[in-house]
């Protein structure tokens, strides 16, 4: 099966930044540790952008290449980017939604998600394992 991790904003900064939330481990560790576990059965396409754009590009191009799912963590876009939902939306491609953590205990402007209703599950506050249940729960299907 082919499953697409992608990450938006600021999360090419993971380990570095708020390391109090978001902890101590970098992109680059995180997407080793997945190609570790799932290498064996799953081709992972590991995507980073800070760029709207460039996320809706790729999502178009999961959608043509027939992806098996979708992995994503849209940052801040999340809350944000109608743009982002509708590429989602048009894809039409199992997805999961992760966050790293739980957006229901921050900032009021973080509880909602316009990426939710066209994600097939959201998975809020587990950490970087939210990743590695996301992969799990797409391959089971
Ligand atoms: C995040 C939560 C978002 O609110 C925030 O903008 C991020 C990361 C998370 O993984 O917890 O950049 O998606």
Known sequence: KKIAILNGPNLDRLGKRE????????????EASLRAE??????????????????IDKIAALADAKFDGIVI?????????????????????????????????REEFRHTS???????????????????AAVRFLLKR
């Open 73 to 105: 963590n849209g940052a801040a876009l999340t809350h944000t980017s109608v743009a982002l939902r509708d590429a989602l939306a048009g894809a039409h491609l199992p997805t999961v939604e992760v966050h790293i953590s739980n957006i229901y205990k």
């Open 19 to 30: 390391p109090e939330i978001y902890g101590h481990t970098t992109l680059a560790d995180l």
């Open 114 to 132: 316009l990426t939710a209703p066209v994600s097939l599950a959201v998975i809020s506050g587990l950490g970087l394992e939210g990743y590695f």
């Open 38 to 55: 799932f290498a064996a059965t799953t081709s992972l396409d590991f995507f980073q952008s800070n760029h709207e754009g460039a996320l």
